[in-house]
């Protein structure tokens, strides 16, 4: 799925990245656990979270997780966008709950890890 | 090649910078994608260990033709049962370390998924030192 439709169906705002909106993302994963996703195997991913913090965007460096939506119109700070957008990665800003956000994406045919 | 760095106690903020660093190095030299990806995470679940649980620390990464040795040593409460903390879901993590994110008590054991040598010492009341390797492909 495009990181175009992907923001489309999340009625999302893009606040860094606008240029990677072509880029094709293939799987799913919503959680607050950093340490989890930490875990993860699975590169080419979107992280789905409610958990806005400095260490979320470190911890998608490290996974080389390459979007990231936030849930709930939870705005990423400006040290957060800057560390992103150094990265290349491309932040969403979601009105729509954790749960609802995940619906719609699955619905919309993005698969799941597990 | 050798890259230091001074972590502290706390510091959230701060916490990933030298991994990031790393990261940044480790690719320039052209290693393998996974093999910087496990490294990476290794070395920042220790940093995030040394931010979350002990009062200030370092890192210093030794990087080789084929390999790279990481010791990430604090001052700190130490450990007092190593084989207690590895095992997956053990943590004394404060809450504010838990509303961050972490604190799940999955750091060591992915530590040692993501490593292919693990060692750690540790000494209660002073600090833990601990010893990653990895292997480029
Ligand atoms: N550097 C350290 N200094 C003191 N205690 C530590 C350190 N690293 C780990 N520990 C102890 O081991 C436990 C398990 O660590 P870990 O698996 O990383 O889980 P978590 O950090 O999520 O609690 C920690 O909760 C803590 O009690
Ligand atoms: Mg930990």
Partial sequence: ?114 | MKLTFNIQGGDFTHAGKPSSEVKKVLKQLNVDGKTVKNIVIALYEAEVNVVAHAWKGTVSAEIDENKITIFVEDDGPGIPDIELAMQAGYSTASKQVRDMGFGAGMGLPNMKKNTDELLIESIVGKGTKVKMVNYFK
């Fill in chain 1, 1 to 114: 799925m495009k990181l175009r439709d992907i923001a489309t169906v999340l009625n999302a705002k893009v606040t860094c990245g606008v240029d990677k909106l072509d880029e094709e993302i293939g799987m799913g994963y919503s959680s607050d656990l950093m340490s989890d996703v930490l875990t993860l195997d699975t590169d080419n991913l979107i992280l789905i979270t409610g958990l806005v913090n400095l260490q979320c965007i470190r911890t998608a460096e490290m996974a080389d997780i390459r979007a990231i939506v936030f849930v709930r119109n939870k705005k990423a700070s400006d040290p957060m966008l800057e560390l992103a957008c150094e990265n290349g990665m491309c932040i969403l800003e979601s009105p729509f709950s954790l749960f609802k956000s995940s619906g719609l994406l699955f619905q919309a045919g993005l698969k799941p890890i597990y």
